[in-house]
Protein backbone atom coordinates (compact mmCIF):
# COMPACT_ATOMS: atom_id res chain seq x y z
CA UNK A 1 0.00 0.00 0.00
CA UNK A 2 1.29 3.53 -0.92
CA UNK A 3 -0.49 4.80 1.99
CA UNK A 4 -0.25 5.30 6.09
CA UNK A 5 -2.89 3.93 8.55
CA UNK A 6 -3.51 5.33 11.76
CA UNK A 7 -6.15 4.66 14.03
CA UNK A 8 -8.55 7.34 14.11
CA UNK A 9 -8.51 7.55 17.76
CA UNK A 10 -7.26 6.27 20.84
CA UNK A 11 -7.56 7.03 24.72
CA UNK A 12 -5.13 6.97 27.92
CA UNK A 13 -5.69 7.56 31.27
CA UNK A 14 -4.12 10.53 33.02
CA UNK A 15 -0.10 9.71 33.96
CA UNK A 16 -0.13 5.84 31.73
CA UNK A 17 1.55 5.09 28.52
CA UNK A 18 -0.49 4.96 24.94
CA UNK A 19 1.27 4.17 21.51
CA UNK A 20 0.30 5.72 18.14
CA UNK A 21 0.90 3.57 15.16
CA UNK A 22 1.39 4.07 12.08
CA UNK A 23 1.01 0.90 9.16
CA UNK A 24 2.50 1.55 5.70
CA UNK A 25 4.65 -0.30 3.08
CA UNK A 26 7.23 2.41 2.55
CA UNK A 27 8.19 2.25 6.18
CA UNK A 28 10.06 -0.88 5.69
CA UNK A 29 13.02 1.64 4.11
CA UNK A 30 12.15 4.98 5.07
CA UNK A 31 11.62 6.42 8.26
CA UNK A 32 8.62 8.01 9.75
CA UNK A 33 8.33 11.45 11.18
CA UNK A 34 5.48 11.86 14.04
CA UNK A 35 3.61 15.43 14.67
CA UNK A 36 1.42 16.70 17.48
CA UNK A 37 -1.50 18.96 16.50
CA UNK A 38 -3.37 21.05 18.60
CA UNK A 39 -6.55 22.79 17.58
CA UNK A 40 -5.94 25.95 15.93
CA UNK A 41 -2.41 25.40 15.84
CA UNK A 42 0.47 24.46 13.29
CA UNK A 43 1.71 20.33 13.39
CA UNK A 44 5.07 20.50 15.44
CA UNK A 45 7.47 18.02 14.59
CA UNK A 46 8.09 15.67 17.96
CA UNK A 47 9.66 12.54 16.78
CA UNK A 48 11.75 11.99 13.65
CA UNK A 49 13.67 8.67 12.70
CA UNK A 50 13.59 5.84 14.16
CA UNK A 51 13.88 7.81 18.14
CA UNK A 52 14.85 11.11 18.23
CA UNK A 53 13.25 14.03 19.74
CA UNK A 54 13.55 17.64 18.31
CA UNK A 55 14.73 20.24 20.85
CA UNK A 56 12.33 21.07 23.35
CA UNK A 57 9.87 17.74 22.92
CA UNK A 58 9.51 16.56 26.68
CA UNK A 59 11.26 13.18 26.67
CA UNK A 60 8.29 11.47 27.21
CA UNK A 61 7.88 11.17 24.01
CA UNK A 62 9.39 8.27 22.35
CA UNK A 63 9.65 6.36 18.67
CA UNK A 64 10.33 3.00 17.42
CA UNK A 65 9.90 1.01 14.53
CA UNK A 66 9.33 -2.60 13.37
CA UNK A 67 9.01 -3.73 9.87
CA UNK A 68 6.13 -1.76 8.26
CA UNK A 69 5.09 -0.11 11.51
CA UNK A 70 6.05 3.08 13.09
CA UNK A 71 5.07 3.76 16.30
CA UNK A 72 4.93 6.55 18.82
CA UNK A 73 4.79 6.36 22.37
CA UNK A 74 3.98 8.52 25.36
CA UNK A 75 5.18 7.51 28.83
CA UNK A 76 2.77 8.81 31.58
CA UNK A 77 0.52 11.35 28.82
CA UNK A 78 -0.28 14.52 30.52
CA UNK A 79 -3.36 16.63 29.56
CA UNK A 80 -0.97 18.62 27.70
CA UNK A 81 -0.38 15.77 24.88
CA UNK A 82 -4.43 15.87 24.27
CA UNK A 83 -3.96 16.63 20.45
CA UNK A 84 -3.90 15.03 17.31
CA UNK A 85 -0.61 12.93 15.87
CA UNK A 86 0.14 12.82 13.14
CA UNK A 87 2.37 10.05 11.28
CA UNK A 88 4.61 11.43 7.89
CA UNK A 89 7.10 9.50 5.44
CA UNK A 90 8.01 9.36 1.98
CA UNK A 91 8.62 6.43 -1.02
CA UNK A 92 11.41 5.47 -3.16
CA UNK A 93 9.69 7.94 -6.00
CA UNK A 94 9.75 11.01 -3.48
CA UNK A 95 6.61 11.19 -2.80
CA UNK A 96 5.50 11.96 0.46
CA UNK A 97 2.04 10.95 2.58
CA UNK A 98 0.43 11.78 6.04
CA UNK A 99 -1.40 9.41 7.84
CA UNK A 100 -5.05 10.02 8.65
CA UNK A 101 -4.58 11.03 11.98
CA UNK A 102 -4.88 10.12 15.71
CA UNK A 103 -7.12 11.96 18.28
CA UNK A 104 -5.65 11.39 21.03
CA UNK A 105 -7.88 11.79 24.28
CA UNK A 106 -6.77 12.05 27.78
CA UNK A 107 -8.46 10.83 30.28
CA UNK B 1 15.53 31.69 14.27
CA UNK B 2 13.99 30.04 11.64
CA UNK B 3 10.38 31.42 10.22
CA UNK B 4 8.26 30.65 7.38
CA UNK B 5 4.72 32.50 6.59
CA UNK B 6 2.07 31.78 3.76
CA UNK B 7 0.51 34.41 1.95
CA UNK B 8 -2.08 34.70 -0.35
CA UNK B 9 -5.63 35.51 -1.11
CA UNK B 10 -8.20 34.54 2.05
CA UNK B 11 -10.73 33.82 -1.16
CA UNK B 12 -10.79 32.34 -4.72
CA UNK B 13 -13.49 31.61 -7.05
CA UNK B 14 -13.99 28.17 -8.45
CA UNK B 15 -11.72 27.36 -11.60
CA UNK B 16 -9.34 30.60 -10.65
CA UNK B 17 -5.92 29.83 -9.70
CA UNK B 18 -4.53 29.82 -6.64
CA UNK B 19 -0.65 31.59 -5.95
CA UNK B 20 0.08 31.10 -2.49
CA UNK B 21 4.09 32.45 -1.53
CA UNK B 22 6.42 30.57 1.25
CA UNK B 23 8.44 33.84 2.83
CA UNK B 24 11.14 32.34 4.94
CA UNK B 25 14.02 33.22 6.60
CA UNK B 26 16.60 31.45 8.94
CA UNK B 27 18.05 29.70 6.39
CA UNK B 28 18.68 29.33 2.65
CA UNK B 29 16.94 27.04 0.38
CA UNK B 30 20.33 26.46 -1.81
CA UNK B 31 21.92 24.12 1.46
CA UNK B 32 22.22 20.71 0.74
CA UNK B 33 19.57 18.36 2.27
CA UNK B 34 17.22 21.23 2.81
CA UNK B 35 13.35 21.75 0.81
CA UNK B 36 10.12 23.60 1.38
CA UNK B 37 7.24 21.49 1.26
CA UNK B 38 3.34 22.51 1.00
CA UNK B 39 0.85 20.83 3.23
CA UNK B 40 -2.83 21.29 3.25
CA UNK B 41 -5.66 20.69 5.73
CA UNK B 42 -9.54 20.89 4.96
CA UNK B 43 -11.54 22.17 8.01
CA UNK B 44 -11.96 18.69 10.58
CA UNK B 45 -9.92 16.72 8.39
CA UNK B 46 -6.24 15.06 8.44
CA UNK B 47 -3.05 17.07 6.89
CA UNK B 48 -1.94 16.12 2.92
CA UNK B 49 0.99 16.95 1.64
CA UNK B 50 0.67 18.60 -1.87
CA UNK B 51 4.30 19.60 -3.43
CA UNK B 52 8.00 19.68 -2.27
CA UNK B 53 11.04 21.64 -3.95
CA UNK B 54 14.60 21.29 -2.65
CA UNK B 55 17.55 22.90 -2.82
CA UNK B 56 19.10 20.93 -6.20
CA UNK B 57 15.46 22.19 -7.52
CA UNK B 58 14.23 18.68 -7.80
CA UNK B 59 10.48 19.30 -7.79
CA UNK B 60 7.87 16.25 -6.04
CA UNK B 61 4.16 16.80 -6.33
CA UNK B 62 1.18 14.74 -4.79
CA UNK B 63 0.36 11.93 -7.56
CA UNK B 64 -3.09 12.96 -7.03
CA UNK B 65 -2.48 17.05 -7.83
CA UNK B 66 0.32 17.11 -9.68
CA UNK B 67 -1.82 18.15 -12.81
CA UNK B 68 -2.79 21.30 -10.74
CA UNK B 69 0.50 22.25 -8.98
CA UNK B 70 3.45 23.88 -9.95
CA UNK B 71 6.32 24.65 -7.09
CA UNK B 72 8.98 27.36 -7.87
CA UNK B 73 11.54 28.56 -6.10
CA UNK B 74 12.41 32.43 -6.01
CA UNK B 75 16.02 33.66 -7.11
CA UNK B 76 15.92 35.15 -3.78
CA UNK B 77 16.11 32.33 -2.36
CA UNK B 78 13.63 32.58 0.62
CA UNK B 79 10.24 32.12 -0.89
CA UNK B 80 8.60 29.49 -2.07
CA UNK B 81 5.44 29.50 -4.68
CA UNK B 82 2.83 27.30 -4.93
CA UNK B 83 0.38 27.44 -7.39
CA UNK B 84 -2.96 25.26 -7.98
CA UNK B 85 -5.33 25.39 -11.12
CA UNK B 86 -8.84 24.81 -11.37
CA UNK B 87 -9.42 25.55 -7.96
CA UNK B 88 -13.16 23.68 -6.57
CA UNK B 89 -14.89 24.18 -3.01
CA UNK B 90 -13.45 20.68 -1.60
CA UNK B 91 -9.53 23.18 -2.22
CA UNK B 92 -11.32 24.88 0.65
CA UNK B 93 -8.00 24.50 3.46
CA UNK B 94 -5.71 25.86 5.54
CA UNK B 95 -2.21 25.71 3.80
CA UNK B 96 1.08 25.34 5.02
CA UNK B 97 4.26 25.33 3.90
CA UNK B 98 7.31 24.04 6.32
CA UNK B 99 11.08 23.29 5.91
CA UNK B 100 12.19 19.52 4.79
CA UNK B 101 15.00 18.37 5.89
CA UNK B 102 16.68 14.94 3.90
CA UNK B 103 19.33 13.11 5.46
CA UNK B 104 19.48 10.41 3.23
CA UNK B 105 22.10 8.03 4.44
CA UNK B 106 19.79 7.92 7.51
CA UNK B 107 17.06 7.29 4.95
CA UNK B 108 15.18 10.11 7.21
CA UNK B 109 13.44 12.77 6.26
CA UNK B 110 11.41 15.37 8.33
CA UNK B 111 9.29 18.28 8.55
CA UNK B 112 11.12 20.31 11.43
CA UNK B 113 9.55 24.12 10.91
CA UNK B 114 5.94 25.26 10.34
CA UNK B 115 4.55 28.25 9.28
CA UNK B 116 1.30 29.24 10.91
CA UNK B 117 -0.95 28.68 8.01
CA UNK B 118 -2.75 30.62 5.69
CA UNK B 119 -7.32 29.66 4.91
CA UNK B 120 -8.38 29.98 2.05
CA UNK B 121 -11.94 29.20 0.74
CA UNK B 122 -13.26 28.58 -2.48
CA UNK B 123 -16.13 29.70 -3.33
CA UNK B 124 -18.43 31.94 -5.64
Same mark, same amino acid.
Given at each position: ???? $?????VSV? @??????? $?????? =????? +???????????????? @??????????????? #????GDT?? =????? +?????????????????????? #????? @??? =? | ??????????????????????? %??? %???????LGV? !??????????? !????????????????????????????? /?????????? /?? &? /?????????? &?? &???????? %??? !???????? &???
Amino acid at each position: SSEL $TQDPAVSVA @LGQTVRI $TCQGDR =LRRYY +ASWYQQKPGQAPILVI @LGKDRRPSGIADRFS #GSSSGDTAS =LTITG +AQAEDEADYYCNSRDSSGDHVF #GGGTK @LTV =L | QITLKESGPTLVKPTQTLTLTCT %FSG %FSLSVSGLGVG !WIRQPPGKALE !WLALIYWDDDKRYSPSLKNRLSITKEKSN /DQVVLTMTNM /DP &V /DTATYYCARR &VV &VAAESLSY %FDY !WGQGTLVT &VSS
